[in-house]
């Protein structure tokens, strides 16, 4: 079937503006996952969603941002009032049940905040 | 939480064995160690999962001593498509244990 998919694939935006970005995983796949990764950088995550659980959150570096999930599908991470720190690919993930499985990743959005 | 080493940088030459060396002194009693590959403008792919001795598939085997506080990803007969960065990954819950470090960066020359 279909792979993880992220949209958009770029988005430029000013400082100060919001973005929203989307990420629908692979059919099934109860867990869903977000991570950070800057030029040269490793993956730094962001936050987890497993099925009906509540998601960790523990990775989202301050409260601009934030993330939902509807059900076990499509994903959006919300990144207010933008930075130009925030400047990074953002990736996608998904895996068939917990956290300890094999992860699915997406092609990622290159967010460049001017 | 496992913190994992990994060296910065590789280099090699096509048809050769590489051995990426990944140290988890801390990896706890349930954790498995769980490698990626990474290839410009992409998102990780699985690689190779274990949790001990030697697990072995289509495209690599990994080597996992009896105290696990390391493991050896091992590539047979790289070609330059093998050019990537390499993650070891121990997640040992939290956030610190889906963070990926710096990865190995391998490059394959001719």
């Known amino acids: 079937g279909a792979g993880v998919s992220q949209s958009p694939s770029n988005k430029v935006t000013e400082k100060g503006k919001d973005v929203e970005l989307r990420c629908d995983p692979i059919?099934?796949?109860?867990?869903l996952y977000w991570y950070r990764q800057r030029l040269g950088q490793g993956l730094e995550f962001l936050i987890y969603?497993?099925?009906?659980?509540?998601?960790?959150k523990s990775g989202l570096p301050s409260d601009r941002f934030s993330a939902e999930r509807t059900g076990e599908s499509v994903s959006t991470l919300t990144i207010q009032r933008t930075q130009q720190e925030d400047s990074a690919v953002y990736l996608c993930?998904?895996?068939?049940?917990?956290?300890?499985?094999?992860?699915?990743f997406g092609p990622g959005t290159r967010l460049t905040v001017l | 939480l496992a913190k994992t080493t990994q060296p910065i940088s590789m280099d090699s030459y096509e048809g050769q064995e590489v051995n990426i060396t990944c140290s988890h002194n801390?990896?706890?009693?349930?954790?498995?160690i769980t490698w990626y590959q990474q290839f410009p403008s992409q998102g990780p792919r699985f690689i190779i999962q274990?949790?001990?001795t030697k697990v072995t598939n289509e495209v690599a085997s990994l080597f996992i001593p009896a105290d696990r506080k390391s493991s050896t990803l091992s590539l047979p007969r790289v070609s330059l498509s093998d050019t990537a960065v390499y993650y070891c990954?121990?997640?040992?819950?939290?956030?610190?244990?889906?963070?990926f470090g710096k990865g190995t960066h391998l490059i394959i020359q001719p």
């Open positions: 990954l121990v997640d040992t819950g939290g956030a610190d244990g889906l963070t």
């Open positions: 969603f497993q099925g009906n659980s509540a998601p960790d």
């Open positions: 993930a998904s895996s068939l049940g917990g956290r300890y499985n094999e992860q699915f």
């Open positions: 059919s099934g796949h109860t867990a």
């Open positions: 801390n990896i706890a009693t349930n954790d498995y």
């Open positions: 274990g949790y001990k």
